[in-house]
């Protein structure tokens, strides 16, 4: 078939067609970086169009492969080949494992590998299917068979993906129905004729499918079942055996573990000049299991006055700061206001009250309620500390001028039975380093250790002889937010450093830019963002954020100009974008060297993002674009020849004609003046100018076979007939 642009239309449904299989996956499991995946098909087609070797084609696709798996689960970078040992071990490992029919323990490089290789043969079979045997009716009919069932047992919802496999399922199918009837009659295909075939299949397709969306709908015979499963699954995880639960935020963290599901319902919106960290309380005591608040301390307080949250020390510089939140529902102002670290004031309640509003601040928990009813947005006035790493590195043990003992009890507090080798893990890790702050990193980027995996499916429940950290530090290593954060927290403590787990959520998906205010942008946090994370106490700084989750950024700033240097430099929150910010699963963000002046891994982050947040109207730009370019090519006989007579007109050697002359003959074949087989150029030449009645071709022919046959010209030849191939060029203008 010919790379022509009805090839391009098929190749594009194919395309279309296979994304459906992979929409849902997102959604019920939990696969992420769908838009690598994605990415990756549109190369598959594209080579797979542009008829690319298969050697080439697997070169590209498997270096592909490897920068994405790189960039999953590796802090290496992508020509640093010591990661590629890693994984060629672990690609041993897991094919042993294959073998050994242990399912269950694969790891996620090779799930990941497997699944790149699942799409790689799937576009192989699509290519097959629409080039060799121009049938596509069973790949069709598995993807409504596909799509139909997850609609119906899971609680993907398929309406428009019905309505859209089967649009462009019987467009491809008209289309190859018409190459197999040329093909079988032997038909002269022509644009034109394609064109008269098209119009009215697609006519067909929109009357049937406007009529199907139209017509009323008998009710279902059996009730859907997914309430049914949803009710199984919520009891499961309220007993405490470990069912699956819904991800969001919950008061009760006694119990710690077991799978959940993502959950896209939005909680509240912000208005702000960047991502922030929204908390909504901390939790001080562990008991092996979980966390509990040591007590309650509620203190109340007035809209407008400064918050009774223990602020930051004077020695560390802000950056003033506000934002506005607003709640998708007003109820959940009773059960808690989120804020970001360094809150001052809570301003500007709505709705407007004749009274400032009174709020209740749980000292002990640091969370703060609307004693009114019914809240639905604020602003909070607070302030961005810019810590300076020397500043940091200063505290080295524990002295009772600077904390109090009964403070420091309470926040280094851990059960009686906790294993010991937790104790000598976090010896291990920070061995060599002489400060709170070092060590505390070092615990935090131990855990991008690729020996830990972030899992939301496959996270155990610990027994009742289980310790919780215990558990995942050295039986499991895969789990979500509240393995990473708590295992973090009791690891530092069991060193002598204060912490305490902090509950919220992180800065959510950047939606637009704020018409009001320019410079700031509107973020959507939904259930999905619920988060946890660790704070450590340093007695001159206050609380410092730390994030050991793999899969997130801690976008606290620290100074590191101070002499002192580090290869773990955090970077300051980004200004808002138009795209928002893949939040579990995207690798986590490399710390940035400071010699380094390129990073590509940001860049293709970026990139990604970017392409996921937007492609409805990337889609709607190639769709456009694709059709600007269909009618060019349509009306190329208007435009093309001045193309050409411009692309020679500046030529002066003589030796452009036999170029000049093969130009011409494409010309007046794409004219529709073709020449036949085995006819000789002067028999074409005569035709061409009894055609025209001119003896213009005749001229030119034999200037050419005589440039044929004696490799030169007369001095001055182009100059001189230039207006012939001009004149012959012109008559081919439509």
Sequence with gaps: MKRDFPALLLYTFGFLLLWEWLRPVEQLTATGNIETFIVFLLISFALSFLQMKWVWQGIVKVLFILFSINRFYYDEGFFKFSWLMSFVRDLVNNISLLFARQWNDLSNEFRTLLFFILLWLMVYLIHYWLINRQRIFIFFFMTLVYITILDTFTLYSANAAIVRTVVIGFAVMGMLTYYRITRKEKVNSTPSFLKKWMVPVAGMIAISVLIGIASPKAAPIWPDPVPYFTAAKDNGGKDGNGGISRIGYGANDERLGGPFIGDNNPVFTVKANGKNYWKVETKDEYTGKGWIPSGATPITFMEGYLTPVYGIP?????INESATVSFNNNSLSNTFLVYPAGIQKILQVEPQAPQPYTFQF????????????????YQVEFGVPKYKALDLRETTAYDPSSINAEFYQRYTQLPEQLPPRIKELTEEITAGKNNWFDKARAVESYFGNTEYTYDQKKVALPGEQDDY???????TKQGYCDNFSTSMAVMLRTIGIPTRWVKGFTGGDFMEYSGEEDSKGIYQITNNNAHSWVEVFLPNQGWVPFEPTKGFTNEIRIDYTTGQTSSNDQTPPPAPQKKPQQKDLEE???????EKSFDFNKLWNNFQLFLKNNWKLIMLVIILLAGMARIFYWIRGKWFPYV?????????????FGAAYLVLLNQLDRFGIKRKNNQTLRSYASYIDSF???????????????????QQLPKGTWKENYKLWKNLIKRTIA
Aim: net charge positive.
């Design 314 to 318: 004077n020695k560390v510089k802000t």
């Design 362 to 377: 749980d000292s002990t928990k640091e969370k703060i309620t609307a004693i009114s009813n019914g809240i639905s947005s």
């Design 469 to 475: 950290v215990d558990q995942f530090l050295f039986d």
């Design 588 to 594: 986590t963000s490399k710390p940035k060297n400071e």
């Design 644 to 656: 050409l007579m411009l692309r020679y007109r500046f030529k002066n050697k003589d030796e452009s």
């Design 692 to 710: 025209y009645s001119t003896r213009e071709m005749t001229r030119l022919t034999n200037l050419y076979e005589q440039y044929i046959y004696h």
